[in-house]
């Protein structure tokens, strides 16, 4: 099957421009995830979806972040305006969202504000 | 109640070592524990998990023994290879939420 896609991999912007990430999930898989990594730290969770529902956004930080998932599939992220703090690396992960289903990583968005 | 602690930050092992993991949580809901292995510029990928009705799991060369009562599990890799050099996660979860240890770094040295 393939994977979680994500796009773009590598995105260098200054600050206090827009930008935008976008990940396709695993076909079937109706949980969708943004995740923050920054750098030699574990993920951290921005935003759950349950098809097309947010069902957790209580860590995004809604005054410069968003984020959609139209018809329960592709998922974008988005930040405005960009702060320098927010280089990192995005993941995007989904699962089946059953009981014990473990999450599935797409390879990230490298952000880099200057 | 959300952490999970991991230990140690990094690992260097002489390659055929067992390098071992170790990790912690507090929140007794948690019935769902993961191991994550990351290569560079790349994303998590799920290496083993346990549930806590079971006190060790083996696939491969990777083992968790878990531990309910003091709320501990761990990773062991037998027979360790420079090809595990990456950084591993673990986790934790109930329901769909996930909570992520903050990661060590391993090097297996030729």
């Keep these: 099957e393939a994977g979680v896609v994500q796009s773009p991999r590598y995105k260098i912007i200054e600050k206090k421009q827009p930008v935008a990430f976008w990940c ?3 076909s079937g898989h109706n949980t969708l995830y943004w995740y923050l990594q920054n750098l030699g730290q574990g993920p951290e969770l921005l935003i759950r979806y349950e098809n097309e529902e947010a069902v957790d956004d209580s860590q995004l930080p809604k005054d410069r972040f968003s984020a959609e998932r139209l018809k329960g599939v592709d998922s974008t992220l988005k ?4 702060e320098l703090g927010d280089s990192a690396v995005y993941l995007c992960a989904s699962s ?3 009981v014990n289903s473990p999450l599935h990583f797409g390879n990230g968005t490298r952000l880099t504000v200057t | 109640q ?3 602690k991991q230990s140690p930050q990094s690992l260097i092992v002489q390659k055929g070592g067992i390098p071992i ?3 912690a949580y507090e929140n007794t809901a948690f019935d769902y524990f993961p191991w994550y ?4 510029g790349k994303g998590p990928a799920l290496l083993i998990a346990i549930r806590p009705d079971v006190s060790e799991k083996k696939e491969g060369r990777f083992t968790i023994s878990f531990n309910k009562s003091a709320k501990q599990f761990s990773l062991h890799i037998m027979d360790s290879q420079p090809g595990d050099s990456a950084t591993y996660f673990c986790a934790a979860s109930y329901g769909q939420n996930f909570v992520f240890g903050p990661g060590t770094r391993l090097s297996v040295l030729p």
């Design chain 1, 24 to 26: 396709n999930p695993i």
């Design chain 1, 79 to 82: 930040i405005q305006p960009a």
């Design chain 1, 96 to 98: 089946l969202g059953t």
């Design chain 2, 2 to 4: 959300q952490q999970v």
């Design chain 2, 21 to 23: 993991i170790n990790c």
């Design chain 2, 37 to 40: 292995q990351q290569f560079p």
